[in-house]
């Protein structure tokens, strides 16, 4: 029974990292729609769905009780706003990103998600870095040191993701929000800004939104995109060991570098190859350190890793 239930929750959490992966094919499809636009309606639909998710699994009671828990509690108050408005910009750059042809940085940065992670864990924690850390960082910042002589300037989009997700994990750690109502109250948040904007673009006759049939259940969809594979990543880490899970999260950028460079042609020079392989040294490093640990370094790789494009 145990295998079992281990090799189910490697299912569900390997196909939510593969759903993550891919995740560039479904913002292509809205490549003529501006990204603040895209951004403004993944939030609502996901809002919008994930209500319609929480009274189907009869979780809208949970809901509204710990509504009212966190509006007693400004301390988590401040740390739901915050891990809003971090995911949102997240969500928004990875957008940007893909629809400008920048698909390899999206999956640099979340290659180096975990390491930046473990960092904000040192800085704001005070959590202390054996060797084998501190070894993976420097390999880390030797790749995107290349990067940056090769394009000529710093990967600011890689960095940019790196560093909002791993804040917004350090945020969600503040809240300990069950999944399907933590989305909720993110998404919640943030929703009255992104409903004005997109009343604003149909007021000034810009909102793409009734473009075509097509172009609108696609950013209707968007919500689903979102919340699905952050459902069945829930429901699989419940069941595979922590280790395990640790090395699955690098499916997502791994198949994010293959559509980039395979499938939407950006281009993956020499310079990028050395890069990447700092990267990949840096992270089987870090991983291998953490799985020699056993429980205690697997349950701090779970603490540090939130994903999410």
């Known amino acids: 029974m145990k295998l079992s239930n281990e090799k189910e929750g490697a299912f569900y959490a390997a196909l939510s990292y593969i759903i993550w992966g891919i995740i560039p094919v479904y913002w292509k499809m809205l490549q003529d729609v501006a990204a603040d636009e895209i951004l403004a309606h993944r939030v609502l639909w996901s809002f919008i769905f994930m209500v319609g998710l929480l009274l189907a699994t009869k979780k809208w009671n ?19 706003l915050t891990a809003s408005l971090l995911v949102s910009a997240n969500w928004g750059v990875f957008i940007w ?49 290349i990067l940056g002589i090769h394009y000529g300037e710093i990967p600011w989009v890689s960095l940019i993701l790196a560093i909002t997700f791993g804040l917004y ?81 690098y499916i997502a950028p791994t198949l994010t570098l ?33 799985t020699k640990w056993g429980v205690s370094g697997a349950q701090k790789m779970k603490n540090r890793m939130k994903i999410g494009a």
Do not use: C, R
């Not at 960092?119 to 084998?132: D, P, R, T």
């Not at 609108?216 to 594979?229: D, H, K, N, S, V």
């Open 62 to 80: 949970s809901f509204v009780a710990f509504v009212k828990e966190i509006s007693h509690n400004p301390k988590k108050l401040f740390a739901l």
């Open 97 to 145: 990103a893909v629809n400008s042809g920048h698909i390899l940085q999206t999956s640099l940065g979340y290659y180096i998600n975990p390491l930046i992670s473990v960092l904000l864990g040192m800085l704001v924690l005070k959590e202390k870095l054996n060797s084998a850390q501190i070894l993976s960082f420097a390999l880390a910042a030797i790749g995107v040191l």
């Open 169 to 249: 994990g350090l945020a969600k750690k503040m809240i300990s929000a069950e999944a399907s109502i933590g989305l909720t109250l993110e998404t919640m948040m943030v929703t009255p800004i992104a409903l004005g904007y997109l009343v604003y673009l149909m007021v000034t006759s810009e909102s793409q939104f009734f473009v075509s049939a097509d172009t609108a259940l696609l950013l209707m969809g968007g919500g689903i995109a979102t919340a699905l594979p952050l459902l069945y990543f829930a429901k699989g880490a419940q069941k595979v060991p922590l280790s395990m899970l640790g090395f699955l999260q």
């Open 258 to 290: 293959i559509l980039g460079v395979f499938v939407y042609n950006e281009s993956f020079t020499k310079m990028h190859l050395l890069a990447f392989l700092f990267i990949w040294g840096a992270l089987t490093i870090y991983s291998l350190s953490m």
